[in-house]
């Protein structure tokens, strides 16, 4: 099903469920006010349902938006759900940040969600991007005396090239059918690159990768998991992480970040998309996913029922490297 | 520290208060001699340690830390031991994935009878830490700790 279509049953779903007062508010995505950056959207009346949209550039965890909404603001919610929204939206009830019953999901089956900083490296960096739309497999970006088609799955982001559930696992309302559940990427094999290193080696990568690091928490803010009302970034007394853009600090943020995730994350790539320096985010939680996949044999955000894995415990757990 | 004097390392210990720090006691009251390089901290339980604490350890100039509670199945709270155990795994395996050295971080399991398995790890965790030289693992000030 192309976009247009998508777009069009989003927007009826939309309109229906705030016409029938079933929600109160639909949460979706819009375009942005240039080409490949679609945005979370608030539509609270049929009207604005209009401007939803769906396209290959709806990279924001919009489960993120679920807990964080204005004060006073208590009704149902709907939601536009891809995959990985959907296995986010499954973590925050398994959390308690959230029941079933108060989250309509719209789900949509996701085909791969677009990288826009891989579009623009790839047109060149100087280039304007004044138009980008998908044509089924490809996409057509166009701008000042360029036009150029470029296969969608050069650009897809890194996450989605590994995603195994690209449907939603939980929704009130399917739009569009179900897709082909994964994209044949494998990511054990992809995880954990500086496995291969030495200590020296593997410190020199961790922080490279992250050197560009501007500690803006964008990384923090778009993530459906980071909803403590207290960060530990911003915690004083004592402080366990410095303000400044010290290798030190910079490395001590992205490592506590991440180990908060830790058997949480549903690798929905959300950091990823949102860091403004470019930075592979993603490196050390797909690691601990990893790990957390052969420890406990487990993959966060595909049922409701189990225990999330480090809330839990079994008396045979890995222990050979403890004296 | 000049060239000639031979490394000694710093180690932030963290044991749990029914069962290691018990242990310690016992080390001491029985005169079991061990390397002076751990700086004892005592926590409630080793479900109290948060990641943040080994890696302020690390920030302010530890050159190893190591972690010490009850055997699995004595936890004065039941289970904190067996939750702090798969939080153990994790973290090790990230802190090792992103370059701190095999050796430099420890956990063992010391009941407050076991005064010997003490005196036996506080040795080998020193020469472990001690072969590996001083750490710059996320070390933040240099010239505060040197």
Known sequence: MDNQALTQGIREAASRLLAEGTVDCVLGYQAGTVPMRERPFFAYNPEEAQRLIWSGFCCNNLADFLIRRPAGEIGKVAVVAQGCVSRSIVGLIKEHQLTREQVHVIGVASPGMLDRDKVQALVGPDKVITAAAEEGDELVVEGPGFNQRIARNKVMRDNCYTCVQRNPVIFDELIGGESEPTHGGVIDKVAAPWERLDPAGRLAAFAENYQDCIRCYACRDACPLCYCHVCFVDESSPQWCGKTQDESDVLTYHILRAFHCAGRCVDCGACESACPQGIKVRRLTSKIEKDVREFYAYAPGLELESVPPLSMHRPDDPQGFIK | ?146
């Open chain 2, 1 to 146: 520290m000049s060239e000639t004097q031979e490394f000694e390392p710093r180690i932030a210990a963290f044991f749990c208060n029914w069962c290691t720090y018990g242990g310690a006691d016992l080390a001491g009251v029985s005169r079991l001699q061990y390397p002076p390089n751990i700086r004892a901290i005592r926590i409630p339980c080793t479900g109290r340690l948060s990641p943040t604490f080994v890696l302020q350890a690390f920030r302010q100039g530890a050159d190893g830390v190591w972690i010490s509670g009850c055997h699995p199945g004595d936890c004065h709270y039941i289970e904190g031991n067996l939750f702090a155990r798969r939080r153990f795994t994790v973290l090790k395996n990230l802190l090792e994935y992103v370059g701190l050295e095999p050796g430099r971080l420890h956990f063992s399991w010391i009941s407050s009878a076991e005064a010997t398995k003490f005196q036996q790890t506080v040795i080998e965790v020193t020469e472990a830490v001690k072969a590996l030289g001083p750490c710059r693992f996320l070390r933040k000030d240099i010239g505060m700790v040197a």
